[in-house]
């Protein structure tokens, strides 16, 4: 696989980042009634968009290697690495905020993961199987 095709499937997860980000700062004093900390939710957002490119340049490199085994390691390692950051992101922030947790940014953040990561084994999925009948 090309970068020229890696990019353009990388695009949905891109178009998701900033159409976020246009709502988090767009939608900043909305969240705010709502109870939401819109800082926790731009700077995961920031991190995710950052975890999901290199684990999905990890699944593009997987996608070349003829070793079933080796793919299936490079797959689960680097979404092993992205939960496993996200987690102790979420851990400092909470033993970071003491008592002023924000449940709603944790929450959201955790969303923003779940559409992250599904969007990315969907396309992975998709490049998959284009890479097999090619």
């Known amino acids: ?9 990388f695009l949905p997860i891109t178009v998701i980042f900033i159409l976020t ?4 700062l767009a939608g900043r004093s909305l969240l705010t009634q709502w109870g939401v900390n819109t800082d926790v939710l731009i700077i995961g957002n920031i ?19 003829k ?6 390691r490079m ?15 979420a851990l400092v922030y909470i033993m ?3 008592k002023k947790v924000n449940s709603g940014g944790v929450l959201g953040f955790m969303f923003l993961y779940f ?20």
């Open 1 to 9: 696989m090309d970068t020229k095709t890696a990019a353009k499937a």
């Open 21 to 24: 980000s246009i709502f988090f």
């Open 47 to 65: 991190l995710l968009i950052v975890l999901t490119a290199f684990s999905f340049y990890q699944h593009t490199r997987a996608l070349r290697n």
């Open 67 to 72: 070793n079933i085994h080796a793919f299936l």
């Open 75 to 89: 797959i689960k390692g680097s979404m092993l690495i992205k939960m496993g950051v996200c987690g102790v992101a």
């Open 96 to 98: 970071a905020s003491g």
């Open 115 to 134: 559409v992250y990561t599904l969007t990315e084994a969907a396309i992975v999925m998709k490049l998959s199987k284009q890479n097999k009948n090619a």
